[in-house]
């Protein structure tokens, strides 16, 4: 299992900017992607950004799409999420993702550890 702490989450005003960290600890050694997922009030969680752990290749939302910004370190074993031009509508519950696949040629398995989340709001 992978162990995921996040930081970074808090109360900005609309415009603003948040840098969200994750790290990671434990069996981190064939994790094959991390990402980001956020739940708003009333909605189901929504994948936010997802970077891939060989090609460093990411995947946005379009919501975010120009305004968010997934990036890692790799000697830190942390995964960060830089937000700008925030948005009332981002506000949300964090949560940070570790994904690993086994590939058995003809089937994939996936197994995802989460972290505990981190409080975004934006005020307008």
């Known amino acids: 299992q992978v162990h995921l702490v996040e930081s970074g989450g808090g109360l900005v005003q609309a415009g603003g900017s948040l840098r969200l960290s994750c790290a990671a600890s434990?069996?981190?050694?064939?994790?094959?992607?991390m990402g980001w997922y956020r739940q708003a009030p009333g909605k189901k969680r929504e994948l936010v950004a997802t970077i891939a752990s060989g090609s460093g290749s990411t995947n946005y939302a379009d919501s975010v799409k120009g305004r968010f910004t997934i990036s890692r370190d790799n000697a830190k074993n942390t995964v960060y999420l830089q937000m700008n031009s925030l948005k009332p509508e981002d506000t949300g519950v964090y949560y940070c993702?570790?994904?690993?696949?086994?590939?058995?040629?003809?089937?994939?398995?996936?197994?995802?550890?989460w972290g505990q989340g981190t409080q975004v709001t934006v005020s307008s």
């Open positions: 993702n570790a994904q690993k696949l086994r590939d058995y040629g003809s089937e994939v398995t996936v197994h995802n550890d």
């Open positions: 434990g069996d981190i050694y064939t994790i094959s992607a």
